[in-house]
């Protein structure tokens, strides 16, 4: 049987309040990633698990920081033009131009990685939410795997996202939206 959001929600919280992720810090050398998938029309009770979340993660972890990946995706994009520049371009220009020009040279790899060495420093536990916002410009498989660089193995990420996640013959796949089929393979786990 199909766990319902709620039954989702009992077992993500009850595995914060646990403390299994410090046990993973000490059994692996790759960075512990979570995934906590849902239902697409959950979205609504997402946003406020997501608020729960945090206030769970400020009580267990003095070293935790929420990414909102949107806002950071719009920071990068618009660094160098400004947000009312981004916006007239993409007014303006075609996708394919805007993704050549601005987006693939923004959200590159080397600056990916840069921006969260920048923000991340300091921080044992990673949240990350809105990612489903900034895609296609920015994709969970490339964001994990990048990450996976970027970060000391003894940070630990946990990723909301409105996507079907299945383990089929030890791969793990996100279905984005339950709509679009997966063609990458994603190093985290399910919470749920």
């Known amino acids: 049987m199909e766990k319902t959001f709620e039954d989702k929600r009992k077992i993500l ?10 046990w993973w810090k000490t059994l692996s050398t790759d960075i512990p990633f979570y995934i906590f998938d849902y239902d697409p029309e959950d979205e ?9 979340i945090w206030e769970e993660m400020e009580k267990k972890w003095h070293k935790a920081l929420w990414v909102n990946i949107y806002e950071l ?44 060495k920048e923000i991340t420093e300091w921080y044992e536990f990673l949240y990350l939410t809105h990612l489903w916002v ?24 946990l990723l909301m996202y409105p996507w079907s996640y299945t383990n089929q013959k030890n791969q793990n796949s996100l279905k984005l939206f339950n709509r679009f089929d997966p063609d990458n393979y994603y190093r985290a786990f399910s919470l749920s």
């Open 13 to 22: 919280l009850d595995y914060i309040k646990s403390d299994k992720f410090f």
């Open 134 to 157: 900034a895609w296609p410009y920015l994709r969970a498989h490339f964001l994990l795997n990048n990450l996976a660089w970027a970060l000391p193995n003894d940070r630990i990420v």
């Open 73 to 116: 995706v719009l920071e990068l994009l618009t660094t160098r033009y400004g947000y009312e520049k981004y916006v007239e371009l993409e007014k303006n220009k075609s996708f394919d131009y805007l993704s050549e020009q601005v987006i693939k040279p923004k959200l590159s790899p080397d600056i990916l990685i840069q921006k969260f």
């Open 44 to 52: 609504l009770k997402a946003r406020d698990l997501a608020n729960t």
